[in-house]
């Protein structure tokens, strides 16, 4: 029952106020199903926290997990909202722990 409420809430979070944002070269867009697409790629998981207080979407985590269109493998994106300013961390998700790490941080805005 949990799950399906935090469900239901990122699908109303995301379908209004979180419609279509620009990070660097990701861009990022709600569907009416709730599903975050990057770059027109739909995310594989997708997990909602919130910072300080319940349903308050000026600080909010999401986080995703998404196919990386320019190489094998998936990146793991996560966008911090403080005081409605938006950044996006993104790590290439290493299959081997030798593997070089591959991060970095984006400013985020509001496109639509």
Known sequence: MKKIICLISLMMFTASAFSATQCGPFYLKA????????????SETQKITFLKEKDDYDNVKLQWRVKNAKAPGMLGMEQIYRD???ILNV???RTHQSQIRIHGTYDCE???
Request: proline share 0%.
């Open 91 to 93: 790590e290439v998700i």
């Open 84 to 86: 409605g300013k938006a």
């Open 110 to 112: 509001k496109v639509d």
């Open 31 to 42: 569907n009416k199903s709730g599903w975050m697409y990057v770059n027109g790629e739909r």
